[in-house]
């Protein structure tokens, strides 16, 4: 491999852990709310809410069946409004968020749902709110199931990451796309697609541990 | 005394898929303060509904609980979770939160109740070494036992200074042993602090062992509310029987013989009265189950008696015992 394409992977391996960190990021931010408002207002529990739940239900729904590659290109004009432009890491960025925010908070909710209705009646016998009830006995007890939720949502940040490449974002999967597809340079697309591969499994097994630590039974 | 609950015409309909079900049918009922009150039935029978009506985790359809004298109906969320500070409660399930240390979980209802750290910590150190865990404050409760997990969930129910504390099924995921350690400790913690309790089980040895009085529950009714003592010695409600009567006694002789049970406590016991009655009357039982019990720290015993046909001879045997001063009271067979 000719010196420019190995300092273009060096940087597509930081490009592309920026954008998985960066969006990673934003999406928990806004997805664990979002998960705990559609598990808080489901029937039957602390702050059931239909009309609520339904909304918020069907919007997660369609955003997680579009395909994320549709989502690039139909949120070009979002990402060019917020970021002022629709090429480049940073601008991958904001469709690799808004496609991961609906994947978080079915996680999400789905964790809280594996709490003990035993827990949440205990919280209630002694007096506490549905939102004190949420954050000091739902969240603490279903935190090492996010954290095994969360290392699965990072490595799909990271394989999304890599479609960015497609509409002119940065990162492995743009390397792999431009020398390794176009050009046919199969030593590129091996070598890219390995790194991604490792980086996908070192964040698996980092999530796994660090759930099993935190982890008390 | 002073009355914690008053349960008047209290029912609670649940429905299910456009059918309903009667979980409780006009339930009149009132708790004393200081009382150790045993709610006892067979599962299904209501008595799990009943206890989340003292505290409103659920409401009722009919009827008013009162609390104190004031409808938990009246009042508004924020008010309800101020009186929920009063009325704690364990579970058979102990729900502790596992992703939490011991001391954390037991400071947790000092924190609802707003109160300031270093205080909660002593509070909570103080209660631990009430159910003798303290030296157990940081561990996990997965690393401990089922009985000790009871203990920390009693730590943590006694924690906001509780006036009742409601147990529901608490000792039923106990070995007899455990149960019978968590039992003696509720009963030290309703004689030192004062405490109401109110235990549901759908076991009667736990009744005899630690209530003071029993309300007997089936089919979503109350059967029947008295002293353990009185409604051991004699049952009035055919449920009640079902559960003081010796459940597996012999087969009598004919199919047909009317069965009585005799009870007597433990003064009585010293007069051989079986023999006594053979030599006084000449009459003759057939002896189809025997036992002794503890009930409140008195020790009774029981016998279910076969009698000789001729009704004379029936009436002859029930004087004499009745004489003798033993409740005597028919068995009627399924």
Known sequence: ????????????????????????????????????????????????????????????????????????????????????????????????????????????????????????????????????????????????SLLLGGAINVATVLGYSAMAGVIGGGGLGAIALQYGYYRYEKEVLWTTVTLLVIMVMLIQEAGGFIAKKKRKI | MAKVFELENVSKVYENEGKEFEALKDINLSIEEGEIFGIIGMSGAGKSTLVRTLNRLEKVNG???????????????????????????????????????????????????????????????????????????????????????????????????????LCDEATSALDPKITAEILDLLKEINKDRKLTIVIITHEMAVVEKIC???????????????????????????AARKLVFPSNPFDPSKEESRLIRIVFDGLAASEPFIANLVEKTGKK????SANTKSVGGIGYGQMVLELPESVEDQKIITDFFKEGGLSVSEVTRE
């Open chain 2, 63 to 165: 009827g008013k609980v009162k609390f104190y004298g004031s409808d938990l109906a009246d009042l508004k969320p924020s008010e309800l979770r101020n009186v929920r500070h009063s009325i704690s409660m364990i579970f058979q399930g102990f729900n502790l939160v596992n992703q939490r240390s011991v001391i954390d979980n037991v400071m947790q209802p000092l924190r609802i109740a707003k109160i300031p750290r270093k205080k909660r910590n002593e509070i909570a150190l103080e209660m631990l070494k009430v159910v003798g865990l303290e030296e157990k404050k940081d561990a996990y409760p997965a690393r401990l036992s089922g009985g000790q997990r009871q203990r920390v969930a009693i730590a943590r129910a006694l924690a906001s200074n509780p006036k009742v504390l």
């Open chain 1, 1 to 144: 491999m000719s010196e420019y394409i190995v300092e273009a992977i060096r940087n597509g391996i930081f490009e592309t852990l920026e954008m998985t960190f960066f969006s990673a990021l934003i999406s928990y931010i806004l997805g664990l709310p979002l998960g705990v408002v559609l598990y808080a207002t489901a029937k039957g529990r602390l702050l059931e809410n239909r009309p609520v739940n339904v909304i918020l239900g069907t919007v997660v729904n369609i955003l997680r069946s579009l395909p994320f590659l549709i989502l690039l290109v139909l949120l070009i004009p979002f990402t060019r409004f917020v970021t002022g432009s629709s090429i480049g890491t940073v601008a991958s960025i904001v469709p690799l968020t808004v496609g991961t925010i609906p994947i978080v908070a079915r996680m999400v909710e789905s964790s809280l749902c594996e709490v003990s209705p035993g827990i949440i009646e205990a919280a209630t016998a002694m007096g506490a709110s549905p939102v004190y009830t949420i954050i000091h006995f739902i969240l603490p007890e279903a935190t090492p």
């Open chain 2, 285 to 288: 039982v057939n002896i189809l």
């Open chain 2, 212 to 238: 003071d009085r029993v309300a007997i529950i089936d089919d979503g009714r109350l059967e029947e509310v008295g002293e353990v003592k009185e409604v051991f010695r004699n049952p009035k409600s055919r």
